[in-house]
């Protein structure tokens, strides 16, 4: 490795205790691509997420996007309703309120589903241990998708389609993506079934690696790909959203993984835990620095 590298052995020393052993492996380590993410359509049900989807738009179904209101949850609320709502008008989100209903999708969720008429449900970051409540959603006729990165348990819920890497027989070459990851996948999917230009979704990879930051994953392969674009689009064109939340967090220099952890992360966290998560969605979403500014005070104070 030294030989290929031409760098200090002390570097490569660590370099082969991180697992990367070849010349390939450490130009992939040190020099991203966005090409090595690996096809969304490896993961287990995302032909099947798809084309519910698809069903969906032909059939003018109300489709609610439902997350959970910790930083990975609501970033992935974003990007998904985001996304979903510049092809699809008939579209909401839902964040569960923390003490009134508690972690995951809550029965009250359901319920306000079925009241407001929404037939498809995409749970992010939640959903894959609530077997009983997606049981009950399916006797009012709602279909769930489920993105969520948690382990699973022995038996699934009776969901559409599962989008989880860690679900066994899933060929996911990559295991550790966070949930908002997952979600990203399914856009990444849907923008390929719908020939959409990849700008219209890599310009999701801030918050994307908002998450994985928050989220403490592992930071390797796609997530590090990932992370090093998403902090890129922070430093030179951020969301909003966030950048309201870097002048408020008063950093003057260029982000790190580490201001992203320290500085954004617990201002997006103290929506869901002192007040609303619904915010924290709201924030992202904002077109407008101005109005971004407004909500991102609120969580800053």
């Not at 839902?94 to 749970?123: M, W």
């Not at 066994?168 to 990203?184: D, W």
């Not at 998560?277 to 620095?289: G, N, S």
Request: net charge neutral.
């Amino acid at each position: 490795l030294q030989k290929t590298l031409g760098i200090h052995p002390a570097l490569c020393n660590i370099l082969v205790q991180r697992g990367i052993n070849t010349f390939e492996q450490a130009r992939n380590y040190f020099r991203p691509q966005l090409a090595h993410l690996h096809s969304p359509w490896l993961m287990k049900d995302m032909d099947v997420a798809v084309t519910r989807i698809q069903k969906a738009f032909q059939n003018n179904e109300h489709i609610l996007v439902y997350g959970d209101y910790d930083v990975d949850g609501t970033t992935a609320v974003a990007c998904m309703y985001h996304f979903l709502h510049s092809i699809y008008k008939t579209v909401n989100f839902y964040i569960p309120h923390r003490y009134r209903e508690g972690y995951g999708l809550s029965k009250q969720g359901i319920d306000y589903a079925h009241t407001n008429g929404y037939s498809l449900v995409i749970l992010l970051d939640c959903g894959i241990k609530s077997n009983e409540l997606i049981a009950y959603a399916k006797t009012l006729n709602i279909d769930c998708i489920i993105c969520d990165h948690h382990l699973p348990g022995n038996i699934l819920p009776p969901a559409v389609a599962i989008l989880n890497p860690k679900q066994n027989n899933c060929n996911y070459p990559y295991k550790e993506l966070c949930g908002c990851g997952i979600g990203f996948k399914l856009i990444t999917a849907l923008a390929q079934h719908f020939n959409i230009e990849e700008e219209h979704y890599h310009c999701y990879l801030d918050l994307v690696a908002t998450a994985i930051a928050a989220d403490i994953v592992p930071m390797t392969d796609e997530n590090r790909v990932m992370a090093f674009y998403g902090l890129e689009k922070i430093n030179n064109n951020p969301n909003p959203g966030i950048k309201a939340l870097i002048q408020l967090g008063g950093i003057q220099k260029k982000l790190s993984i580490n201001n992203v952890v320290f500085v954004i992360a617990p201002r997006v966290n103290a929506a869901g835990r002192m007040d609303d998560a619904r915010k924290a969605v709201q924030l992202f979403i904002e077109p407008e620095y101005d109005k971004a500014l407004t909500i991102a005070e609120m969580l800053h104070s």
